[in-house]
Nanobody, 121 residues
Framework: QVQVRESGGGLVQAGGSLRLSCAATGSIFEIDTMEWYRQAPGKQRQLVALSTKGGSANYGDSVKGRFAISRDNAKNMMFLQMNSLKPEDTAVYYC???????????????WGQGTQVTVSS
């Protein structure tokens, strides 16, 4: 009932920037938490950044000061501005969304399919 799609990944040189987008569509009443995760080959999925409906944001230690999360609540979208990218940022980036459906008014969580970010040295 809720579809999540990421976009904006690609190949970039170290020190460069990328902006990821996440769009949630479907029978959404409201979205509470929106999160970015990433998973590098052979590693566990890790939380990169999260944004609450109230406007709070938190970041993983490895991206603090380089990444910035933002969201457009009216459009059910979230963004991740990634600056000063490093080769160790290479991973598949996933959007994770949680909130309430329209009818019935129950909670949902949904993952996107991911977008590849590759940072060359």
């Amino acid at each position: 009932q809720v579809q999540v799609r990421e976009s904006g990944g690609g190949l970039v040189q170290a020190g460069g920037s990328l902006r990821l987008s996440c769009a949630a569509t479907g029978s959404i009443f409201e979205i509470d938490t929106m999160e970015w995760y990433r998973q590098a080959p052979g590693k566990q999925r890790q939380l990169v950044a999260l944004s609450t409906k109230g406007g709070s944001a938190n970041y993983g230690d490895s991206v603090k000061g380089r990444f910035a999360i933002s969201r457009d609540n009216a459009k059910n979208m979230m963004f991740l501005q990634m600056n000063s990218l490093k080769p160790e940022d290479t991973a598949v980036y996933y959007c994770h969304v949680g909130g309430l459906l329209v009818n019935p008014r129950i909670s949902f969580v949904s993952w996107g399919q991911g977008t590849q970010v590759t940072v060359s040295s």
